[in-house]
């Protein structure tokens, strides 16, 4: 069981390096003053993930500090397990 958790903690870090390089692009309509319709979701997120760093990522592993209503540059979290804390940092820009 040990050997399979360092296993799992190995693709963790992989996933943390290759997101610690990376600034992800989240399209999404806006209006005239930067405001997004709706707001971007820990779902999106883990979409851009997959699509642009070929990486799965459980939506439910990722946190927001705050909701995403507008276009811009954030960071999120994502909790793989104790050990391993990934920053996500993702830009939001017009659709």
Known sequence: EEEK?????DVYR???QK???TVLKIGAKAGNEGKIFGSVT???IAQAIKEQLSEEVDRK???L???VKSLGAYTGKIHFDPDV??????EVVQD
């Open 42 to 44: 820990n779902i999106q």
């Open 19 to 21: 997101l610690g390089t």
């Open 85 to 90: 804390i990934a920053n996500v940092n993702f």
């Open 61 to 63: 592993l990722i946190e």
């Open 65 to 67: 500090d705050e909701e």
């Open 5 to 9: 958790r360092q296993e799992m903690l």
């Open 14 to 16: 992989d996933i943390q």
